[in-house]
């Protein structure tokens, strides 16, 4: 296998952001080389394949919903809170609709139209079109008018990620990139300037012995392993080895080097030294997910921020009907409004909660929970509502006999329960401003109980990923220097870099962010 190649652009990293530097380099007339540690995709290809867009997208028209670049804008202001600049903002919120057509321009396809009628984490093969995130709950919709962003790709099931993926990979391919698979990037090569030049890395050798069964153990445990790695870990372990036995040494040089390979969830020393309140969350990532990337920045001069931020999801939809109880910590004192976005909700029950809380339903509302399951599920959910309807639940005659079972302060749960029971009753509505349709009144038993702390069960995780990494010059993607100015030639983009959802994560936004940060590094990185 050749040790030395000559390029203008190396990419670390080929997920979303990976590709699209990919792409719009090669576009540019670069020559383009993209190294991976697994087969390419990274947490992109397990995820939904969810893209946040909005501003006027072709798919927002196509279903008569009004949005502007001042009306995303305004929401994500919310949501950002000051990750990035309000120029880069703006930026982000203006370009969007055509970071769709981007998308479309590389073979990936969207539909619009119907956007379904009751909130959900995750479309139906019915809808291609949804509020992914806060945009009709309390207090987000104050601030902005509500419409539906969460932009699917075309694909049947969960596999929308991979499509995507699929696509990019294709369209960069097409263009002339050379990917290399199974390459895990060391170090950096510098000059005596400081100037990144080019990376070292080891490689699989696609003939050794090794290359077919690291091929198998992979292609198991891919996406499991990325949604429950405490299952496949020692597979992937083994995995590991065989890479490592077969592996050899190269290098490969440019102009300059973009690192888009992904966040650090699945480095336990680090989340334990930057977030450790979220080290009973499951992780979700990639073997990749280990802070490599952020690592080589570092390493060339860079510095990191937001590294405490992880975004921890407890969704409790689909069906709808999940967000009509009350969710409530160990003191029974209510988490927040039920109908946030579940990363929003899992934030808060995470910090302030210390992970642990209950969801707690009436005899009625559990019923309704069961006649929305056929409508409104796809078949990997109904699994989990299987279990959630069959032993992963508690029930009670009373709000008090339910505390106790779950070892809830019984005085605080019915305080909480009282208060709310009095908004509905009154119609003063729910204290914690819970959208009316959502709010039936919480008095007739049997209760029942579900246990949405981060470690209540391997079959009902709470998954999360890291937020931070290296700060980038925002007008550039170039790795901002801890002595100031830039690292020469080194670039950062995805969850390697701080960008628009370093500070809270709405379904898809990350992907968008990779799109943006990914194309945004690979055009400056051809000038230089």
């Known amino acids: 296998m050749p040790t030395s190649r000559e390029y203008d652009v190396i990419v670390v990293g080929f997920g979303a952001a990976g590709a699209a530097a990919a792409i719009e380099a090669a576009d540019r007339g670069a020559r383009v080389l993209v190294l991976d540690r697994g087969y390419g995709g990274g947490a992109t290809a397990y995820s939904g394949g969810i893209v946040y867009a909005g501003a006027g997208t072709a798919e927002q028209r196509a279903g ?9 804008r305004a929401y994500l202001e919310q949501e950002v809170t ?19 057509d981007w998308l479309k321009a590389q073979g990936v396809e969207f539909r619009g139209g119907t956007v379904p009628s009751y909130k959900t984490s995750y479309p139906t093969d019915d809808n291609y079109l949804y509020y992914s995130g806060n945009e009709k709950a309390y207090p987000y919709a104050d601030h902005a008018q509500p419409a539906p ?13 991979r499509v995507l993926f699929e696509h990019l990979r294709d369209s960069a391919l097409a263009k002339g990139v050379q990917f290399i698979p199974l390459a895990h990037v060391d170090s950096l090569i510098q000059d005596e300037d400081g100037r990144v030049t080019g990376v070292r890395y080891t490689v699989l050798n696609t003939k050794h012995r090794n290359a077919r069964r690291h091929r198998r153990i992979n292609k198991a445990t891919g996406k499991l392993g990325t949604w429950m790695p405490s299952v496949v870990a020692g597979a992937v372990d083994r995995g590991e080895r065989l890479r490592a036995e077969a592996s050899v040494r190269a290098e490969a040089r440019a102009g300059a080097v973009i690192l888009a390979a992904g966040g650090f969830i699945n480095n336990r020393d680090w989340v334990k030294r930057y977030a450790p309140e979220f080290l009973k969350i499951s992780p979700l990532g990639t073997v990749g997910d280990d802070g490599t990337g ?14 405490g931020n992880v975004t921890a999801w407890r969704f409790l939809s689909p069906p709808s009907a999940f967000l009509e109880g009350l969710t409530v910590g160990a003191d029974g004192r209510r988490i927040v409004n039920e109908d946030l976005y579940g990363a929003t909700h899992g934030n808060v029950m995470m910090r302030e909660f210390g992970g642990t809380g209950w969801a707690i339903y009436d005899a009625a509302t559990w019923r309704k929970i069961k006649a929305q399951i056929k409508d409104q599920t796809h078949v990997f959910q109904r ?16 709000i008090e006999g339910i505390a106790e079972k779950n070892g809830i302060d019984v005085t605080g749960l019915r305080k909480t329960v009282d208060e709310y029971n009095r908004g509905i009753d009154s119609g003063a509505g729910d204290p914690a401003h819970k959208d009316p349709s959502l709010c039936p009144s919480l008095e007739r038993g049997p209760f029942y109980s579900i246990n949405i702390s981060a470690d209540s069960s391997l079959f009902y995780p709470i998954p999360g990923l890291t937020l931070g990494g290296l700060v980038v010059d925002e007008d550039t993607g170039a790795v901002v220097h801890r002595d100031g100015g830039v690292v020469p030639g080194l670039y950062a983009a995805g969850r390697n870099a701080v ?17 943006f940060g990914g194309r945004r590094a690979g055009a400056d990185a051809v000038t230089r």
């Open 149 to 161: 962003r969460g932009h699917r790709v075309l694909a049947p099931g969960m596999s929308s990620g």
């Open 294 to 307: 952020i690592r080589l920045g570092l390493d060339a001069g860079g510095v990191t921020d937001k590294m």
């Open 82 to 100: 000051g990750a990035v600049k309000p120029e880069t903002l703006m930026r982000f919120c203006e370009q969007s609709p055509g970071l769709i």
């Open 499 to 515: 960008g628009v959802c370093s500070n809270s994560y709405v379904s898809g936004l990350s992907i968008s962010d990779c799109v």
């Open 64 to 72: 008569g919903y009004e949005d502007s670049v001042e009306n995303m």
């Open 383 to 398: 699994l989990q509502i299987w279990y959630l309807r069959s032993i992963g639940h508690k029930k009670a005659a009373s």
